[in-house]
């Protein structure tokens, strides 16, 4: 029997929490200091610490039986990814800014919306984040573009070599990211597993385990700490250390080979 089709002892969860462990302990030993209005790095720092940390709770929820909970969150990894990849991709650090400035537009609409509930507690936007919040046509848009159309920005660091041009991440966004959204916000297609047969079955909470996504939450987490990963150091415009990069390997191809029938 090949290798690579028995059944691993280890569950994908103890492959997954120590890979990630070591991803965050190499961020840490790094011991980055971002410089003052250094939005590259700060962005960039605060998001793939993000990435590890909703890992790590996604991992937990796998743990804990609470298996289409941990696919749908796996969506918060797909929207890091795609957010990192899109401002490191072109103009780093005017990006970067955009996107940690953005905190003046939520401040704005924020404002609008204290008075209505707490207006003891309102007040007056300060004339430099009013100024700010102007760079922003809308409050929900820090880029002023769609998801689709920042992952879907040619890359300009990677080739497709299937096709042999700039890679765009079309599977990210038009398959990982619209699946996992059904499970965010509660569409009927996240109910099959808390249907019953009408006129035959008695409801109970959870009633069926038709679907079992505990593979695919597995490979999502994998995968997008990945490939977050990867646009974290080019953001940083540092090398990737190589322990991490090649784990990160194994681990993909370990979790589709002796992982995928559990």
Not at 42 to 52: N, P
Not at 83 to 88: A, E, V
Not at 147 to 162: F, G, Q, R, Y
């Amino acid at each position: 029997m090949n290798v690579l089709n028995r059944t691993c002892k280890h569950s994908a969860t103890q492959h997954l929490r120590k890979f990630v462990e070591y991803a965050k302990l190499q961020l840490n030993n790094a011991r980055y200091f971002p410089p003052f209005d250094g939005y590259r790095y700060i962005a960039a720092l605060a998001l793939y610490s993000k990435c590890i940390t909703v890992a790590e709770a996604n991992i937990t929820l796998l743990e804990a039986g609470f298996v289409e909970e941990a696919f749908g969150m796996t969506r918060t990894l797909v929207d890091i990814f795609i957010t990192l990849r899109y401002i490191g991709n072109k103009d780093t650090d005017e990006r970067a800014e955009l996107y940690c400035e953005f905190f003046a537009k939520d401040s704005e609409e924020w404002s609008k919306i204290v008075p209505d509930y707490w207006p003891q507690s309102a007040q007056s936007l300060d004339a430099q984040t009013k100024k700010i919040a102007s760079n922003y046509h809308s409050p929900h848009k820090w880029s002023g573009k769609s998801v689709k159309e920042m992952a879907l920005e040619p890359d300009t660091s990677e080739i497709d070599p299937a096709t042999g041009q700039p890679l765009v991440h079309d599977f990210a966004y038009r398959v990982i990211y619209r699946w996992t959204s059904h499970y965010v916000h509660p569409t009927v297609i996240a109910l099959e597993n808390h249907l019953v047969q009408a006129g035959r079955d008695p409801f109970v909470v959870h009633s069926r385990r038709k679907d079992d996504k505990r593979h695919l939450a597995a490979f999502n987490i994998a995968s997008f700490v990945v490939n977050t990963m990867v646009c974290f150091y080019r953001c940083m415009k540092d090398p990737q250390p190589d322990r991490v990069g090649t784990w990160a390997i194994a681990l993909m191809k370990h979790l589709v080979g002796r992982h995928n029938r559990r």
